[in-house]
């Protein structure tokens, strides 16, 4: 059983940054695949950025490049996304996700987390 926990999210102004962390139990977190998702309301879930378990590649929307930051700390079980440049259509929850194997920037993931409120004000 694989658990993942998302945190960092709150209430930040237009430009400014928040770092979401993503924990995840087990002693194989570099077994798995990382993503961030996000979903807004009145909207489907988007991508929004991928790492391999090695940390070795990583993917991202074309509405975050530039701008969001993925990284991981294998020893520490745990994923970050760094966001700088924050604008008000980041406004979203976030989501955690983890699979095992190859890394995907569809919602294919075998496990997430419950969700973080990341509110950008303008």
């Known amino acids: 059983q694989v658990h993942v926990v998302e945190s960092g999210g709150g209430l930040v102004q237009a430009g400014g940054s928040l770092r979401l962390s993503c924990a995840v139990s087990?002693?194989?977190?570099?077994?798995?695949?990382m993503g961030w998702f996000r979903q807004a309301p009145g909207k489907e879930r988007e991508f929004v950025a991928a790492?391999?378990?090695?940390?070795?590649?990583?993917y991202y929307a074309d509405s975050v490049k530039g701008r969001f930051t993925i990284s991981r700390d294998n020893a520490k079980n745990t994923m970050y996304l760094q966001m700088n440049s924050l604008k008000p259509e980041d406004t979203a929850v976030y989501y955690c996700?983890?699979?095992?194997?190859?890394?995907?920037?569809?919602?294919?993931?075998?496990?997430w987390g419950q969700g973080t409120q990341v509110t950008v004000s303008s």
């Open positions: 996700a983890a699979r095992y194997g190859v890394v995907l920037t569809t919602a294919a993931y075998n496990y």
């Open positions: 087990g002693r194989t977190f570099s077994s798995y695949a």
């Open positions: 790492i391999s378990g090695s940390g070795g590649s990583t």
